[in-house]
Structure formats: structure tokens, C-alpha cells
């Protein structure tokens, strides 16, 4: 089974800076996807950005950024010129493309990030 | 455009009762997820369903049964509830592909409250 470890329960970072958030995950599989999820205070889940693992181009998404090392297992999120509305609980996220057609979610712990003005 | 979507938003339930939570994804979507989230906690597999049939079952009580229906909407079934099951429910919509590559859209969740 997949495992997603998110080692900082909390972090904090000043406006307009930059804050970097870590994940490792455990697999056996070669090939898979990586999400980072954001849960504001509202609790809605919201996508912030994909990684295919068969894709070494690390993703972005405007100011979120990921660095993503396969052989390491490491997919950390780097969000640039933190905004208060980043505020929120980061989820890390694994998925599986084996199958059929399920493909659900093994999430980590969470880090709770404080956006201090 | 349309969302997934949940009923109800919250919900209070006593210990012992039962509860239907209802979620409606995405038109054309043929997969349904139920995810359950502690307070504090991450979200957790319950069950799945792509077209209409189960396709896969996390970690849920064998009180809770789901399905899902013609229309594609899914409703989850919960009895004899406990106050651990305090939690928010989370559904999400998937329009199949076969090739991993679909995306997940998630609902706003159900808060259900057992006092």
C-alpha cells in the first residue's frame, strides 16, 4: 500500500515570500500521479497543482511550483510571493494509475500554513 | 459551470439514528468517491463507484452501505451512527478515461455532527 508522509504539521511565512512545503511518499509503482490539495477554512478541497510521475518537467501553476525527485520519493510544493489567501491546510496526495477505473487518493497528515502580513 | 454537488451541507444526527448523505457529480461524470474527514485529520478512502457498480472500498464500517444510482448520483447510508462518525463527507466526480489521466472534482462535503 502507498504511504504519504508530510513531516511539518505547521509552517508559517511572511507576505510576498516564499515557503516550501515537503512530502515523501512510498511506492512500489513506476508510474503515478502527485497532487497538492489546499482545504482554506471553508473545508472545500482545492487542486493546486498535478505531477505525472513519468513526467521529469516539475510542474507550475503561476506562483506554486513543485520539485518533484522520483528516486528519492520527495514532492515538495514551493508556493512564491505568499499571498494571505494562501492560508490554508496543504494536503499531499497520491494516485495510483493501475486499477481500472479507480483511481482514489491516498492523502498525508497535512500541513496547516500560516500566512503572516 | 456545474460543480458537485452535495446535501445536505450539514447535517445533526443523535447516536443510534441513521443519515442518507447525497451527492450529484458532474453531468457526464461516471465515477463517484466518498472520502470521510476527521477534525484534524486527513481525508480517507470510504468507497467508490464507476458506473453504477462498486469499484473499489476503503475503510468503511460495515454500517455505512452506499450506491449508485441510474442517474449517476450516489447516496451513502449511514446507521446506528456513533459520535465518532462526526466528520465531514466528502464525494467526487471523475469522468472515467482509462488512461489515469482523469481529473477529480470534489464536493463542498457534508458536515455531519453526532451528538
Known amino acids: 500500500a502507498q504511504t504519504v508522509t508530510q513531516s511539518q504539521p505547521e509552517m508559517s511565512v511572511q507576505e510576498a515570500e516564499t515557503v516550501t512545503l515537503s512530502c515523501t511518499y512510498d511506492t512500489s509503482e513506476s508510474d503515478y500521479y502527485l497532487f497538492w490539495y489546499k482545504q482554506p477554512p471553508s473545508r472545500q478541497m482545492i487542486l493546486v497543482i498535478r505531477q505525472e510521475a513519468y513526467k521529469q518537467q516539475n510542474a507550475t501553476e503561476n506562483r506554486f511550483s513543485v520539485n518533484f525527485q522520483k528516486a528519492a520519493k520527495s514532492f515538495s510544493l514551493k508556493i512564491s510571493d505568499s499571498q494571505l489567501g494562501d492560508a490554508a491546510m496543504y494536503f499531499c496526495?497520491?494516485?495510483?494509475?493501475?486499477?481500472?477505473?479507480?483511481?482514489?487518493?491516498?492523502f498525508g497528515k497535512g500541513t496547516l500554513l500560516t500566512v503572516n502580513p | 459551470a456545474a460543480g458537485v454537488i452535495q446535501s445536505p451541507r450539514h447535517l445533526i444526527k443523535e447516536k443510534r439514528e441513521t443519515a442518507t448523505l447525497k451527492c450529484y457529480p458532474i453531468?457526464?461524470?461516471?465515477?463517484v468517491y466518498w472520502y470521510q474527514q476527521g477534525p484534524g485529520q486527513d481525508p480517507q478512502f470510504l468507497i467508490s463507484?464507476?458506473?453504477?457498480?462498486?469499484?473499489d472500498k476503503g475503510s468503511i464500517p460495515d454500517r455505512f452501505s452506499a450506491q449508485q444510482f441510474s442517474d449517476y448520483h450516489s447516496e451513502l447510508n449511514m446507521s446506528s451512527l456513533e459520535l465518532g462518525d462526526s466528520a465531514l463527507y466528502f464525494c467526487a466526480s471523475s469522468l472515467a478515461t482509462g488512461t489515469g489521466d482523469e481529473k477529480l472534482f470534489f464536493g463542498s462535503g457534508t458536515q455531519l455532527s453526532v451528538l
Open positions: 463507484f464507476y458506473e453504477k457498480m462498486q469499484s
Open positions: 453531468p457526464r461524470h461516471d465515477t
Open positions: 496526495a497520491y494516485r495510483s494509475v493501475r486499477g481500472g477505473s479507480n483511481y482514489k487518493l491516498t
